[in-house]
């Protein structure tokens, strides 16, 4: 069923008070999850920007129960959460609809420090949502470079930009066959309320990974957090798309993209107005660097297009 944005509850996870960044990713995203995941639910979080947002104490943010832990136990935290519920439903000390136990991770979270944990709860296909906002750094604590920083991307310890590709989670997550797991972007905020209102309605592991372009650390103005999300897609450098147990469906416009139905947007205008390429856009081989950004953005549509037919 489609959903408009005046369908939207009214629900907001995120108070006023936030001490997030003006345009923080984070903040936005989870304000869209909230509307679609409703207040009965319980985040984990580990070490990150999303928890530096919560502000002092006795002052929180987030208006849902918060459970702060360490990196590397996002996924063993959110499986043994979601099992103690079970066993108090069994012994009949909790009634009525289980609350949706999710985790509120970063790319630093997801890709690096936890990946082994979360990687073992999809496997045992414990009952919750894995998020993985992906800012592309360790943004929290100055922008150090995560296994999810894109190739010549300039961070605080790549200053003369990253020399090794991103790794493909997302990926690694889909051939993990879990029951459902989706990418999504800030400036398709429908398409990310349908995905996770369907990750809700299923039992297991889901995973879900929204690009989350963050404006101190890619360096651009803090207004155009969701323009960037939608160059980000339109440009084929964050691809939309959808699986249940690994059986992989293309979202538009990234459908259309690797359908050659429409033409992506030119690479450089992802890219222009964000400082941590300006070396890069500056740098002698500019032209052959571009070029070969897009022929593995060529690569992977169509890599995920022939996957897609599996
Ligand atoms: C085991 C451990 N290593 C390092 C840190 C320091 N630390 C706190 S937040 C953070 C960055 C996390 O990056 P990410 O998960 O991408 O979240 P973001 O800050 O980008 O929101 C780091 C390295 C820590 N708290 N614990
Ligand atoms: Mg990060």
């Not at 009214?10 to 923080?24: E, F, K, N, T």
């Not at 990687?119 to 998020?131: L, M, P, T, V, Y």
């Not at 002698?284 to 992977?300: C, D, G, H, M, N």
Request: charged share 20%.
């Amino acid at each position: 069923m489609s959903v408009k944005i005046k369908d939207m509850p009214d629900i907001d996870y995120v108070l006023p008070g936030s001490a997030a960044c003006a345009g923080c990713p984070s903040a936005i995203a989870l304000r869209i999850v909230g509307k679609a995941l409703g207040e009965n639910a319980i985040m984990v979080m580990t070490p990150s920007c999303a928890v530096a947002s919560i502000g002092l104490l006795p002052k929180s943010c987030y208006s849902i129960p918060v459970l702060n832990i360490c990196f590397a136990s996002a996924g063993a935290s959110g499986g043994g959460l979601t099992l103690a519920l079970d066993a108090l439903y069994e012994k009949g000390r909790l009634q009525g609809e289980k609350p949706t136990v999710f985790t509120w991770i970063g790319d630093g979270g997801t890709y690096d420090i936890g990946l082994q944990g979360i990687s073992a709860a999809a496997e045992r296909n414990d009952d919750f949502i894995h998020f993985c906002y992906n800012n592309e750094a360790y943004s929290n604590t100055g922008v150090q470079r995560s296994g999810a920083t894109p190739l010549h991307a300039v961070t605080t310890t790549t200053p003369l930009g990253k020399e090794v590709a991103r790794k493909n989670v997302p990926l690694l997550m889909l051939e993990h066959r879990i029951p459902y797991m989706a990418t999504a972007s800030l400036a398709y905020p429908l398409d990310l309320y349908r995905k996770v209102e369907k990750a809700k309605s299923v039992k297991g592991f889901k995973y879900i990974e929204i690009l989350s372009p963050c404006s101190p650390g890619w360096k651009f103005a803090a207004s155009d957090t969701v323009e960037l999300s939608k160059r980000a897609v339109k440009s084929g450098s964050w691809l939309l798309w959808e699986a249940e147990y690994g059986k992989l469906t293309l979202n538009n416009p990234t459908r259309l993209l690797a359908e050659g139905k429409t033409q992506p947007i030119p690479v450089e205008e992802y890219l222009k107005d964000q400082g941590r390429y300006a070396r890069l856009l500056k740098h002698p081989q500019k032209e052959e660097y571009l070029a070969a950004i897009e022929a593995e953005i060529r690569r992977e549509l169509t890599f995920m297009a022939d996957r897609a037919k599996l």
